[in-house]
């Protein structure tokens, strides 16, 4: 029943009647593409510029819903109606989200069980924490206003973790595979995975609990290999029938698209891009830079651009930069075999890594970091109060998604919202544990009341300055950069304590 | 304290998303509807001398939503037409503006909704049920009755959906509430004048009030001293009148007219359906066609005060605040049962008195403010599918949130 208190949070949001963003449409187009399409055109059509860029089985999940969706609005089905928002499509969509949502709800109450047993949760706390998790304010933001499907896939991730807390590793697996031919997003929480599913399923141990290498693995590990074969089968066996499999494989990576996305994300190549600005505006005004071309990076326009002072980056070099900095997580935990937690924890520091250091990342991805890190939030003081910061920085950074002033109010009160919950859960459950301390300290507090300068500065200093038509995103800059600042200082301080654990 | 802020925030943030739905007469001429109404008064007001508000003139047609309330609510416009007049002239250009329909214009008002809510609703829910041990003994009690009033959800779907300023007027009450629940008797019916002043409504809990006041005098130790202080009410009482009517005083016609306007007696028993005793009973008995309006109100005024009598005489006889509530519940369901010209939006009169007894008596409070809603449900269904949409969406939230509290 508690369950489906909290359920009802969500749909609040979906009373968005019109503005609806472009994700929106994109979703439309796919409902349109699967149920109108054979197969075999699913990846080929591209009347429409949202082309299918997610792997199969979100295609095929697309495709069920289109199914109900000709009961509701016929109309919306037909791909060439660009941009068809009926009331009726909008309600449809909308309560899709909520609909799968309730798989969210379910794998979160599975988690807290586990976290039950581990850490000693009161009734009270344990529905605290559900509904910081289930309402995390960007999620809400980014899944029922601008519109994607990201409660129903963490829903399936946290499915998937809850598994492996209960040593039910194969099925774990399983979850996961499924995941991935949902959206291949959570490639970079694979090697986490990856790791722990090998050291558990298939490394074998001598008596004293180390490796032998040169034996055969265990038997477990040709199930989980089936496993993983078999879900891949299924999703993209239709496609490597057809011949489609490059075309797939090109529709789900673009590498094409430019290190940063329009809106960058608060990563290390913010920071280096706003150096690279830097630099080429002070080379300009000391005269050591001839004029170059001043094609601004935040124009808003997704594509490829040069640095001017600093060297250029490409894929492969944040690719072996990420793989880097994972290796310290992953050796971690390999060595520390049999707990699960541990394995949440490399998961985190794997997508954190990814986040902050991988090619064309979405602001989005930070709920990759934040959602496993609110799982963590109670297990030691470091992580509570790490989590407390990542989560406001999360929260703010996703801000820019949702630009129209109808919605200030809304993401303004959702952010407040959920941050004092946060604060309530982290009262009721550390007083009665350690001294009420606080958990932060002066720079930190300092930093997070710098965030609300930065939104006051961009909802109106900024337009009253009369640098909207100049400097148009300024602002943008400004957060990406700030919160930036914050999460690389998270990331550094969640690294140092999980190695020393 | 960050309980009571939680609810708050959450409040707020429900508000908001109904603000996102259409208001009511979007897109509808040649009237609109009562947003349209909302920011014609602000047009008037802000444009014609204050002794034209009230008066049928060229430039101000009452029969497009001429103003109906009483002068705070006047005043009140005139303010956010002065602000709106400073934001965008075309909001309120004299006969040019009607039905001006913007995004800007919508955000606007619905941020004028909001700013009355934080200036006078929530201070005045956080006077009323914070630390006040008169009405639940137990904290979290006190918290339940407070989530109850900050989160039901029929105020905020008028307010700011179908949009009106009912949070003015209410809150006004609550304060009055609040100062009363404290002793501060002079101060409670001040307020309490002020929130009549704002919407004529509030005369459903004038009797409450005068019975619980003239009963606590009246229990003073000497005849001199009831005297004294009654007369320092009534002083008071009148002295707020005055302030609130100043710029009308000098014109004894203008002050009828404005009468007039408050108290349609033209306008009808009933209009829709409403889930009044008159509009049940006229299924039966065709009121309308049997008597006149003027009897018709004549019978309704009489079937309305005698009815209140019971609890006004006791409240009279123990002028406690424990009696108080129930008195004001009681008085006004008598009147909205009873009353000429009743809107179903009335029932937000009986509602916000409910949520003061919801610590004591959470089943019957949390299925009476269920069906309050289902009515607006079945009032809107007509106007708008989504408004009743949305309506249901949040009544079953608010059912399980309720239930919780139990």
């Given at each position: 029943m508690t369950t489906k208190i909290k359920n009802l949070q969500a749909p609040y949001l979906d009373h968005y009647g019109y503005c609806v963003s472009t994700d929106f449409e994109v979703?439309?187009?796919?409902?349109?593409?699967?149920?109108?399409?054979?197969?075999?055109?699913?990846?080929?059509?591209?009347?429409?510029?949202?082309?299918?860029?997610?792997?199969?089985?979100?295609a095929l999940f697309e495709f069920i819903f289109s199914l109900f969706a000709q009961y509701f609005d016929e109309k919306m089905l037909i791909i060439e109606n660009l941009n068809y928002k009926s009331k009726m499509t909008v309600l449809f969509q909308r309560l899709t989200v909520v609909f799968t949502d309730l798989l969210f709800a379910y794998s979160i109450k599975e988690c807290l069980n586990e976290l039950r047993k581990k850490i000693d949760l009161k009734q009270s706390n344990f529905h605290l924490i559900f509904i910081i998790i289930f309402g995390n304010a960007g999620l809400l933001l980014v899944d029922h206003i601008h519109f994607q499907y990201?409660?129903?896939?963490?829903?399936?991730?946290?499915?998937?973790?809850?598994?492996?807390?209960?040593?039910?590793?194969?099925?774990?697996?399983?979850?996961?595979?499924?995941?991935?031919?949902?959206?291949?997003?959570?490639?970079?929480?694979?090697?986490?995975?990856?790791?722990?599913?090998?050291?558990?399923?298939?490394?074998?141990?001598?008596?004293?609990?180390?490796?032998?290498?040169?034996?055969?693995?265990?038997?477990?590990?040709?199930?989980?290999?089936?496993?993983?074969?078999?879900?891949?089968?299924?999703?993209?066996?239709?496609?490597?029938?057809?011949?489609?499999?490059?075309?797939?494989?090109?529709?789900?990576?673009?590498?094409?698209?430019?290190?940063c996305h329009s809106y960058w994300a608060p990563n290390l190549w913010a920071l280096y891009n706003f150096m690279d600005k830097f630099l080429t505006v002070l080379g300009l005004k000391l005269g050591y830079v001839a004029d170059v071309n001043r094609g601004s990076m935040t124009s808003g326009l997704v594509k490829e651009y040069e640095h001017t002072i600093l060297p250029s980056i490409a894929p492969i070099h944040t690719f072996l930069l990420t793989v880097i900095t994972m290796l310290p997580c992953l050796l971690?935990?390999?060595?520390?075999?049999?707990?699960?937690?541990?394995?949440?924890?490399?998961?985190?520091?794997?997508?954190?890594?990814?986040?902050?250091?991988?090619?064309?990342?979405?602001?989005?991805?930070?709920?990759?970091i934040i959602l496993p890190l609110s799982l963590l939030s109670l297990l030691s003081r470091e992580e509570t109060k790490y989590f407390t910061i990542l989560n406001v920085i999360s929260q703010y950074s996703l801000f820019p998604l949702i630009f129209t002033p109808e919605e200030t109010v809304l993401k303004v009160t959702a952010l407040l919202l959920h941050s004092s919950l946060l604060f309530s859960l982290l009262e009721k459950y550390w007083r009665s544990r350690f001294k009420p301390s606080s958990f932060l300290n002066m720079y930190e507090l300092l930093y997070i009341l710098g965030l609300l300068f930065v939104f006051l500065y961009n909802q109106f200093i900024h337009h009253l300055l009369g640098l909207h038509i100049s400097l148009p995103f300024l602002p943008l800059m400004i957060t990406s950069v700030y919160c930036s600042i914050g999460i690389l200082y998270c990331w550094f301080g969640l690294y140092k304590f999980m190695l020393n654990i | 304290m960050r309980d009571y802020i939680n609810v708050c925030l959450f409040g707020i943030f429900l508000r908001w998303c109904v603000s996102l739905y259409p208001y009511s007469g979007a897109g509808k001429p040649p009237m609109f509807?009562?947003?349209?109404?909302?920011?014609?008064?602000?047009?008037?007001?802000?444009?014609?001398?204050?002794?034209?508000?009230?008066?049928?003139?060229?430039?101000?047609?009452?029969?497009?939503?001429?103003?109906?309330?009483?002068?705070?609510?006047?005043?009140?416009?005139?303010l956010c037409g002065l602000v709106a007049r400073y934001i965008n002239p075309n909001f309120t250009t004299l006969h040019v503006s009607r039905g001006f329909e913007s995004k800007d214009h919508k955000l606007f008002m619905r941020y004028t909704v909001l700013v009355i809510d934080l200036l006078i609703f929530i201070p005045a829910a956080f006077l009323l049920f914070r630390n006040n041990e008169n009405i639940c003994k137990s904290k979290s009690g006190l918290f339940s009755c407070f989530s109850a009033l900050m989160l039901y959800p029929g105020l905020f779907i008028i307010d700011y959906g179908?949009?009106?300023?009912?949070?003015?007027?209410?809150?006004?009450?609550?304060?009055?509430?609040?100062?009363?629940?404290?002793?501060?008797?002079?101060?409670?019916?001040?307020?309490?004048?002020?929130?009549?002043?704002?919407?004529?409504?509030?005369?459903?809990?004038?009797?409450?009030?005068?019975?619980?006041?003239?009963?606590?005098?009246?229990?003073?130790?000497?005849?001199?001293?009831?005297?004294?202080?009654?007369?320092?009410?009534?002083?008071?009482?009148?002295?707020?009148?005055?302030?609130?009517?100043?710029?009308?005083?000098?014109?004894?016609?203008?002050?009828?007219?404005?009468?007039?306007?408050?108290?349609?007696?033209?306008?009808?028993?009933?209009?829709?359906?409403?889930?009044?005793?008159?509009?049940?009973?006229?299924?039966?008995?065709?009121?309308?066609?049997?008597?006149?309006?003027?009897?018709?109100?004549?019978?309704?005024?009489?079937?309305?005060?005698?009815?209140?009598?019971?609890?006004?005489?006791?409240?009279?006889?123990?002028?406690?605040?424990?009696?108080?509530?129930?008195?004001?519940?009681?008085?006004?369901?008598?009147?909205?049962?009873?009353?000429?010209?009743?809107?179903?939006?009335?029932?937000?009169?009986?509602?916000?008195?409910?949520?003061?007894?919801?610590?004591?008596?959470?089943?019957?409070?949390?299925?009476?403010?269920?069906?309050?809603?289902?009515?607006?449900?079945?009032?809107?269904?007509?106007?708008?599918?989504?408004?009743?949409?949305?309506?249901?969406?949040?009544?079953?939230?608010?059912?399980?949130?309720?239930?919780?509290?139990?």
């Open positions: 979703h439309r187009n796919w409902l349109a593409i699967t149920y109108s399409l054979p197969v075999k055109e699913w990846y080929k059509n591209d009347i429409s510029q949202w082309t299918l860029d997610y792997p199969p089985l979100f990201n409660g129903f896939l963490f829903g399936v991730l946290l499915l998937s973790i809850a598994r492996i807390l209960q040593r039910r590793n194969l099925e774990g697996a399983f979850w996961f595979c499924v995941l991935l031919n949902l959206k291949h997003i959570y490639l970079y929480i694979a090697p986490a995975y990856f790791v722990y599913l090998y050291r558990m399923e298939c490394a074998r141990e001598n008596n004293t609990g180390k490796v032998k290498w040169l034996s055969l693995p265990k038997r477990n590990c040709i199930s989980l290999a089936s496993i993983v074969i078999f879900v891949f089968l299924v999703s993209f066996g239709p496609f490597i029938a057809l011949g489609q499999l490059q075309q797939v494989l090109f529709r789900l990576f673009p590498f094409k698209r430019g290190l971690k935990l390999w060595k520390s075999s049999n707990n699960p937690w541990q394995f949440v924890r490399s998961l985190t520091m794997c997508g954190f890594c990814s986040f902050l250091f991988g090619w064309h990342v979405h602001e989005k991805a930070i709920l990759l | 509807g009562d947003y349209e109404a909302q920011r014609h008064w602000q047009e008037i007001t802000v444009n014609l001398p204050l002794k034209e508000w009230y008066i049928n003139s060229t430039d101000n047609d009452l029969e497009y939503w001429g103003l109906d309330y009483p002068p705070l609510t006047a005043y009140h416009s005139l179908h949009f009106q300023y009912n949070n003015a007027s209410l809150g006004l009450f609550i304060i009055a509430v609040g100062l009363l629940y404290k002793n501060l008797d002079y101060a409670s019916g001040i307020f309490f004048v002020l929130a009549l002043n704002y919407k004529q409504m509030e005369l459903y809990h004038s009797l409450p009030f005068f019975a619980y006041f003239l009963g606590k005098f009246y229990k003073e130790n000497t005849f001199f001293q009831c005297l004294k202080k009654l007369s320092i009410m009534g002083f008071v009482v009148l002295f707020t009148f005055l302030v609130c009517w100043f710029p009308f005083l000098n014109n004894f016609e203008l002050i009828f007219q404005i009468i007039r306007r408050i108290f349609p007696i033209a306008r009808g028993l009933f209009e829709d359906k409403v889930a009044s005793f008159w509009c049940s009973l006229s299924i039966i008995f065709k009121l309308k066609l049997m008597f006149s309006n003027s009897t018709m109100a004549l019978i309704c005024l009489l079937t309305t005060l005698s009815l209140s009598l019971p609890s006004s005489v006791h409240l009279f006889c123990y002028p406690k605040p424990n009696v108080f509530k129930y008195s004001l519940i009681n008085i006004s369901f008598i009147f909205f049962l009873f009353s000429f010209h009743v809107h179903e939006k009335s029932i937000l009169l009986v509602a916000i008195p409910a949520s003061l007894v919801f610590c004591e008596e959470p089943l019957i409070v949390c299925w009476f403010f269920i069906i309050s809603i289902i009515k607006y449900d079945n009032a809107f269904i007509q106007k708008f599918t989504e408004k009743g949409q949305e309506n249901q969406e949040f009544s079953t939230p608010y059912n399980h949130l309720a239930s919780y509290f139990i």
